[in-house]
């Protein structure tokens, strides 16, 4: 990676935090508090739930918001105005989507990339668990997160 890279990837994962607290404050009226980082070689993502992003251009990265279900569904039905037990799985793969779509829009923009990075169409995966892989040369920063309803684990490779 050479230092305009490494300058990149250091922006981009200091506005994620930003973005995420923005993104759950403003779509879901939920405080997200960090409460734990850390750092692994690869990215590897074991959870009952997953929306990943991947960011490409001038900068490539995989992003992924992930989850037990059950938090998860908490947070998602805050997002799009569904009470829990009336969400479907199509209801939580959608909103899990769209809000890794939103944190990643939001990082993107908060770090000045508008212009330099483009995101691919969100996907989600869902299990007991599931394991979802990204081949990546970078490290791979874990952030976790616990609001009123939940935690959540944000995996940034950028």
């Known amino acids: 990676m050479n230092n305009q890279e490494t300058d990149i990837s250091k922006r981009l994962l200091e506005c994620m935090h930003a973005s995420v607290t923005d993104t759950l404050s403003t779509m879901a009226f939920l405080e997200a508090k960090l409460i734990n980082t850390q750092t692994m070689d690869t990215f590897t993502c074991t959870s009952q739930v997953a929306g990943l992003i991947y960011l490409h251009g001038n900068h490539e990265g995989m992003i992924a918001l992930t989850g037990d279900r059950s938090d998860i569904v908490q947070i998602v039905s805050k997002v799009i105005a569904l009470p ?6 199509d209801d939580i ?18 770090a000045g990339l508008s212009s330099q990075a483009n995101l691919a169409p969100p996907i989600s995966v869902m299990g007991t668990p599931s394991l979802t892989q990204w081949k990546t040369s970078s490290p791979t920063n874990i952030f ?9 684990q944000v995996y940034a490779s950028v």
């Open 84 to 89: 829990a037990e009336k969400m479907l799985d």
């Open 93 to 110: 793969m959608d909103g899990v989507s769209e809000l890794i779509n939103m944190i990643a829009g939001g990082m993107k923009s908060k």
């Open 144 to 152: 976790t997160f616990q609001t009123e309803v939940g935690k959540f």
